[in-house]
């Protein structure tokens, strides 16, 4: 191939591929450097050098600078591609190890060589660059939306020709159940991941997540485009149905009414684009409860009982209704749930109302017992809000005081053998732990701390060795606590079993 052929090889390449020349210049440089070395019967490593101004080009013979390796015969282990180091100095005294000696050899021909090999070279260089174009366009694209063409359809994976610059996969789990698509379908999607592999970059797009959901309103309500109205979260049964938390920036606005639309337009765009799901808009509120409230629509909440602790709430609907709130299958009460992230109890107002009174019993009957009061004494307390002792123990005596049953005298009373119960029982709790002692490993081990050893001893966990046989729902059952730290701190007493 003549100098002016190499030059005008690259740039028609250069100009179809949108590849830099500099790419080319290296493949066609591989491909004279491996038809060199096909001159020559000993294995020499050779380097070829393109002008990219003439198209001229030169070849070297190279030899590697190396340390002599022990293990083989006379220190080289390629004597035709390496020299050892002190043999390179002779040559340049100036040369470091890892350096190469070159000497000028002829040339292959380009024109004689075999043009297979030199095409595979050149073709695969050519890949190279459009592999590494495609993941630099699509990196900073991830979280965007993306529209295509869908090419085939594989075992339920899809598979989408991105406007001619990539091609893309939404695996069977990322697409819309029973969602009907055809090969040549117009397809959107969310861009979840774009990953660098050996075949070039895998782009993959999901149809199920919250995040296309979000995407779609962003795209669909200018207000969600400019910053006015903000999407807090949302939760989603890809296909059947979704719930969205919206909020306002300006109290102006009315966010839900934004995202609904003129005649639903809007959510209606959106829900097209999702094969027909339904969409909820709910308005997001500050306060736990009546997001919940907003949440749990179109049912109607009668009351709520929060517990903060196990993060739940007891949601309490009409009997008639109760259907309704939960849903097709718990549908409903399940995206409320993911939606707010709280674990949501839903009941109807005669189960609520049970469940209420045998609570209210039951800790009636606790403080009756522990202040060694009446009933008419423990059913006031209760209904004041205390619920324990240690609520009452705590408390100022005045505020038991302006109680309207009680006077200074009752209230000094109930305040005074709170106290005592609480020492009592406090006694009581160190006078058990006392009795079990746990072993020094269980009490020096990591994560552990003195209260919960001996709280474990009791229980006849002793040593490592107990802890480490006891699954995670045993150890929760023994002693509370949440299960990631009981995961945690069973795997550090099983570290002696992997150790040997």
């Given at each position: 191939m003549?100098n002016?052929e190499?030059l ?8 179809e591929k949108?590849?830099?020349?500099s790419?080319?210049?290296e493949?066609i440089?591989?491909a ?12 020499i490593?050779v ?8 198209g001229?080009y030169e070849?070297?013979r190279?030899w ?5 390796d022990?293990?083989?015969e006379?220190?080289i282990?390629r004597p ?5 180091l002190?043999d390179a100095?002779?040559k ?24 297979q ?5 050149i073709v695969?260089k050519?890949?190279?660059?459009e592999?590494k ?8 694209k991830?979280g965007d ?6 090419k085939r359809i594989e075992r ?5 020709d991105l406007?001619?610059t ?7 789990e990322e ?6 698509v055809r ?10 991941e774009v990953e660098e ?10 149809r199920?997540?919250p995040d296309?959901l979000i995407a ?5 309500v200018?207000?969600v485009?400019?910053?006015l ?17 919206v909020?306002s920036?300006d109290?102006r606005?009315d966010p839900?009414?934004a995202c ?5 337009s809007?959510?209606q ?5 999702l094969?027909g ?5 709910i ?5 736990d409860a009546?997001f919940?409230i907003n ?6 909440v009668v009351?709520?009982?929060?517990d903060e602790?196990?993060h739940s709430m007891?949601?309490s609907?009409?009997d008639?209704s109760?259907s309704q709130?939960?849903?097709r299958?718990g549908q ?6 993911e ?6 109890n ?9 469940k209420s009174a045998?609570?209210s019993e039951?800790f ?7 202040l ?17 002792i240690e609520e009452?123990?705590?408390v100022?005596?005045g505020d ?6 009680f006077d200074?005298?009752?209230a ?5 053998r709170?106290?005592d119960g609480?020492?009592?029982k406090?006694?009581?709790?160190e006078?058990v732990?006392?009795e079990h002692?746990?072993a020094q ?16 001893a009791?229980?006849k966990?002793i040593c ?9 729902d045993?150890l ?5 606590m949440?299960?990631e730290r009981?995961g ?6 099983r570290?002696p079993?992997?150790a040997e």
């Amino acid at each position: 191939m003549a100098n002016k052929e190499i030059l005008m090889v690259v740039d028609v390449i250069s100009n179809e591929k949108e590849i830099d020349r500099s790419v080319l210049f290296e493949a066609i440089e591989a491909a004279l450097a491996m038809a060199t070395k096909k001159l020559y019967r000993e294995d020499i490593d050779v380097r070829v050098a393109i002008d990219p101004t003439s198209g001229d080009y030169e070849s070297f013979r190279r030899w590697e600078v190396i340390e002599a390796d022990p293990d083989v015969e006379d220190g080289i282990e390629r004597p035709d591609a390496q020299i050892l180091l002190a043999d390179a100095k002779l040559k340049n005294p100036e040369i470091e190890l890892g350096d190469f000696i070159e000497e000028p050899i002829e040339a292959a021909d380009f024109g004689r060589i075999g043009a297979q090999a030199a095409k595979q070279v050149i073709v695969q260089k050519v890949r190279e660059a459009e592999r590494k174009k495609v993941y630099e366009l699509y990196k900073d694209k991830v979280g965007d939306l993306v529209t295509g063409v869908i090419k085939r359809i594989e075992r339920g994976n899809v598979f989408v020709d991105l406007e001619g610059t990539a091609d893309a996969i939404i695996p069977r789990e990322e697409m819309i159940p029973r969602e009907p698509v055809r090969v040549g379908d117009r397809i959107r999607g969310y861009l979840k991941e774009v990953e660098e592999a050996a075949r070039g970059p895998q782009l993959k797009v999901t149809r199920s997540s919250p995040d296309l959901l979000i995407a779609l309103f962003n795209l669909e309500v200018p207000e969600v485009g400019d910053g006015l109205i903000e999407i807090l979260g949302a939760a989603r049964d890809p296909g059947s149905r979704a719930k969205i938390a919206v909020r306002s920036r300006d109290q102006r606005l009315d966010p839900v009414g934004a995202c609904v639309g003129m005649r639903g337009s809007r959510v209606q765009a959106v829900s097209n684009e999702l094969a027909g799901e339904r969409v909820d808009i709910i308005l997001w509120d500050e306060s736990d409860a009546q997001f919940v409230i907003n949440a749990m629509s179109p049912a109607d909440v009668v009351s709520i009982v929060v517990d903060e602790d196990a993060h739940s709430m007891d949601v309490s609907v009409r009997d008639d209704s109760l259907s309704q709130a939960i849903g097709r299958g718990g549908q409903n009460v399940r995206l409320a749930s993911e939606l707010t992230g709280w674990t949501l109890n839903v009941m109807g107002e005669t189960q609520a109302e049970e469940k209420s009174a045998s609570e209210s019993e039951e800790f009636v009957k606790q403080l009756m017992l522990d202040l060694d009061v009446d009933e008419d004494v423990g059913l006031i307390l209760y209904q004041e809000g205390y619920t324990s002792i240690e609520e009452i123990g705590m408390v100022d005596v005045g505020d038991l005081a302006a109680i309207e049953e009680f006077d200074e005298d009752i209230a000094e009373a109930l305040h005074q053998r709170a106290k005592d119960g609480l020492l009592i029982k406090a006694i009581a709790s160190e006078e058990v732990l006392e009795e079990h002692e746990p072993a020094q490993d269980l009490l020096e081990m990591e994560g552990m701390d003195r209260e919960l050893a001996f709280k474990l001893a009791s229980k006849k966990v002793i040593c490592m060795e107990d802890l480490a046989e006891l699954a995670i729902d045993e150890l929760t059952d023994i002693v509370a606590m949440d299960e990631e730290r009981a995961g945690t701190l069973i795997m550090k007493a099983r570290e002696p079993w992997f150790a040997e």
